[in-house]
């Protein structure tokens, strides 16, 4: 059962902006699911929220009341994206975007700055088995895939598919890690703002 109630998807990009947020939903929602499904266990919630400011930029918060409501909002979405993983639902955004330049880089962004950023958590040397980094690198390679595709600016058929056939590579990957390394361990990585 969520302990806090997500406050929807417009709610939060108007929540977002107040704070002058530089880092997009989608992208916010793929660097949940990355560090939920992290080995990291140092890794927390607060840590991940941070990051979508550049260093230093994080906003003020005025009051008790203000930090509260601001967290609480943070893990109401974190809390979703927790039983989205639970059920191995973690899915691409849904993205309505005709320019396949536009696609790709948020498609860039979401795999390599949201979850792959996200289930490494700034650790740079995480103990994972050798099938695991392998799925991992290979997220940040249809990433690349994903850049290489919007810099040709190729808008056929074929591209899309090509695309669209990147997207459910990369779900099954990340499929495939929830199923062998995160649901063995779930209970334990329940995690908390403090």
């Known amino acids: 059962m969520q302990a806090n109630k997500y406050i929807g998807d417009e709610a939060f990009i108007k929540m977002l902006e107040h704070y ?4 997009p939903l989608n992208v916010i929602k793929m660097r949940f699911a990355g560090a939920i499904c992290s080995p990291n266990m140092n890794l927390r919630p607060t840590d ?3 990051s979508f400011w550049e260093e230093g930029r ?3 918060l005025e009051t008790k009341q203000e930090a509260d409501l601001f967290f609480k909002f943070f893990m109401g ?7 989205d993983v639970k059920k191995v639902e973690v899915k691409l955004p849904i993205s309505k975007e005709k320019d396949i330049e536009i696609y790709c880089q948020n498609r860039f962004e979401e795999v390599e700055q949201g979850f792959v950023e996200g289930f490494f958590g700034g650790e740079e040397n995480l103990k994972i ?5 392998q799925i991992v690198d290979s997220l940040s390679e249809m990433a690349t895939l994903y850049t290489k595709i919007a810099l040709k600016g190729e808008t056929s058929q ?3 598919d090509a695309v669209k056939h990147t997207d459910k590579v990369v779900a ?13 361990r779930i209970e334990d990585i329940k995690r908390s703002v403090n």
């Open 20 to 23: 002058s947020c530089p880092t």
């Open 48 to 50: 991940v929220i941070s």
């Open 58 to 60: 994080a906003p003020r």
């Open 77 to 83: 979405l974190w809390d979703e994206v927790f039983e």
């Open 129 to 133: 088995p050798g099938y695991i980094a």
């Open 158 to 160: 074929a591209t899309w």
């Open 172 to 184: 099954r990957s990340i499929a495939f890690i929830i199923e062998n390394s995160v649901l063995p």
